[in-house]
């Protein structure tokens, strides 16, 4: 099984990336590292990072969104394009990720 190829080249992530705190943006890299180095399957069953389908939206071109812890007080919002996780955007109040 491949590793997971992440996308960080959306600008709505970039710049939510970007404002976050010192410590913060540290910790959102630190799982961006772990994510690289899972399978698909291992990023699914993974109990921190909470991997979840969002059901009331959907991408531009009608893909399924999913959401993942990245910190305890963000989440993010990503597509999976093949092997690509292309994330889209963070949310420090995780109810507005969905």
Same mark, same amino acid.
């Given at each position: 099984? !491949? =590793? ?9 992530? *970039? *710049? ?7 410590? &913060?943006? /540290? ?8 994510? !690289?180095?899972?399978?698909? &399957?291992?990023?699914? $069953? ?13 991408? $531009? ?5 999913? !959401?993942? =812890?990245?910190? *305890? $007080? ?6 999976? &394009?093949? @092997?690509? /996780? =292309?994330?889209? !955007?963070?949310?420090? @109040?995780? @109810?507005?990720?969905?």
């Amino acid at each position: 099984m !491949s =590793r997971i190829l992440l996308d960080l080249n959306n600008p709505i992530f *970039q *710049q939510d990336l970007f404002v976050l705190q010192k410590s &913060e943006a /540290l910790a959102v890299l630190k799982i961006l590292r772990k994510v !690289s180095q899972l399978t698909w &399957e291992q990023l699914y $069953k993974d109990q921190g990072l909470k991997w979840e389908l969002i059901r009331s939206k959907q991408g $531009k071109n009608g893909e399924k969104l999913y !959401s993942l =812890r990245v910190t *305890q $007080k963000c989440r993010a919002v990503a597509v999976r &394009e093949g @092997d690509y /996780l =292309r994330f889209l !955007s963070l949310h420090s @109040d995780h @109810d507005s990720a969905y």
